[in-house]
């Protein structure tokens, strides 16, 4: 048996005036996953448990089987174990983001315009942490490159209980109101987001960045601490050989974390433009290559929704059914092995807000040995309207592998 999981990351949405009240999902053309969803199990299933943050560690932890509210703590050691960052017990991990700030007044009063600063390219994000690392780095301090704006701060003895604000979430807001406070222990982090303004404001890469229309990437923020993780074996719980194929340090992060293998593919953004067609040529390369579970994430649809680029991410979700899905489901349709498929998002990235929220999400489970009665599209409703609740989203798994229900 052969197990596809497909995770366009934040596809689901809410209905947007500007559709006609139809949500992205409902506007897209998505002729395989329509198809397969009309012979498949479908449902909506809860990754964020009640308390939690909808943040994408704690959802896809949840989805390979992981309850998070006892494995996850905090985004960065993940991301940091994918880098291949080794953490020293007393060592605490920050995400740390290349963000856009207005340029007006002082810092407090600057307004959040991009957590990504235009999705800056890795090789720019690099020279800029850099610069960082070479003004604050040292023994107890280190900074490292990671994709586009998502980096990564190493601080021996940090504060790993700190609450820090998320920058996609004060996206149009003056800052002020979100930054670590002096008065609760968050001195170290204020000043040293202070002081990257004045380091990245008029530094060669942001000066080439407006001179092309860009948006610079003039300050860090720092949030999401967390130590060494630590994960049950995936391989051992299962029993199945895993693969995890994804543009993110995050979800390779956790893959590594579970034993599974992370798979690299060579022009994976993490954004509308990635590698499409070579995250489905390298999940069926792992298929052939012997894995039984392949796990493949795909960050688009939730970029899009953080950017509230409408269009981008109907298109998002068009190209990864066409290019993504509909290859992956041929291969397995011809490999001559039974296989089942997965396809859900991880959280709803709503357009409106422009950030994570917590409410339920669709799914689809299709079995080639056993067809079901399933729903004319694959969309919210149809899923909410089939009645199959999944309140704990890390049992999700024992449908798929085990076809047991909770």
């Not at 964020?48 to 994408?56: F, I, L, Q, R």
């Not at 942490?129 to 980096?151: C, E, M, N």
């Not at 000066?207 to 130590?227: D, I």
């Amino acid at each position: 048996m052969k197990y596809l999981t497909l995770v366009p990351d934040g596809m689901a949405d809410r209905p947007l005036s500007a559709l006609g009240g139809r949500t992205p999902m409902e506007t897209a053309r998505k002729p395989c996953m329509d198809r397969l969803a009309r012979m498949s199990t479908v449902g909506t299933v809860l990754h964020v448990p009640a308390g939690m943050v909808p943040e994408s560690d704690t959802a896809n932890m949840s989805i390979l089987s992981f309850d998070p509210a006892i494995y996850s703590r905090g985004r960065s050691p993940l991301e940091a174990a994918s880098m291949g960052i080794e953490m020293a017990p007393e060592d605490t991990a920050y995400r740390c983001n290349l963000v856009t700030l207005s340029e007006e007044g002082g810092y407090e009063s600057k307004i959040m315009l991009d957590h990504s600063a235009d999705e800056i390219t890795t090789e720019e994000a690099d020279i800029l942490i850099g610069a960082l690392d070479s003004q604050f780095g040292g023994p107890k301090v280190k900074f490292y490159t990671g994709v586009s704006y998502r980096h990564c701060l190493i601080i021996k003895d940090g504060n790993d209980k700190y609450e820090f604000m998320r920058p996609h979430d004060i996206i149009g807001r003056p800052i002020g109101e979100y930054l670590p406070r002096e008065s609760d222990g968050g001195r170290e982090f204020l000043e040293l987001m202070r002081k990257s303004y004045e380091v990245l404001y008029d530094h060669a890469v942001n000066r080439s960045r407006r001179a092309r229309g860009l948006r610079p990437a003039n300050s860090a923020w720092v949030w999401s601490p967390g130590k060494k993780p630590q994960l049950p074996s995936f391989t051992e719980k299962w029993n199945l050989r895993a693969a995890v194929i994804s543009a993110v340090d995050l979800i390779k992060g956790i893959g590594l974390c579970a034993g599974m293998t992370p798979i690299s593919v060579p022009g994976a953004t993490g954004n509308i433009h990635t590698n499409f067609e070579g995250k489905a040529k390298a999940a069926i390369k792992a298929f052939r290559d012997g894995y039984d579970f392949v796990f493949v994430h795909i960050e688009a649809p939730d970029e899009c929704g953080h950017r509230a680029e409408t269009q981008n991410k109907i298109r998002s979700i068009e190209i990864i059914d066409d290019m993504v899905l509909r290859p992956i489901y041929e291969y397995l349709q011809g490999c001559g092995d039974e296989y089942k498929i997965l396809v859900l998002p991880d959280h709803p990235t709503p357009i409106e807000t422009r950030t994570h929220s917590s409410e339920p999400i669709p799914f689809f489970l299709y079995s080639s040995a056993k067809k079901a009665n399933g729903v004319p599209a694959f969309t919210e409703e149809a899923a909410r309207q089939t009645g199959l609740y999944i309140p704990k989203g890390h049992h999700l798994l024992d449908m798929v592998i085990k076809n047991k229900t909770r």
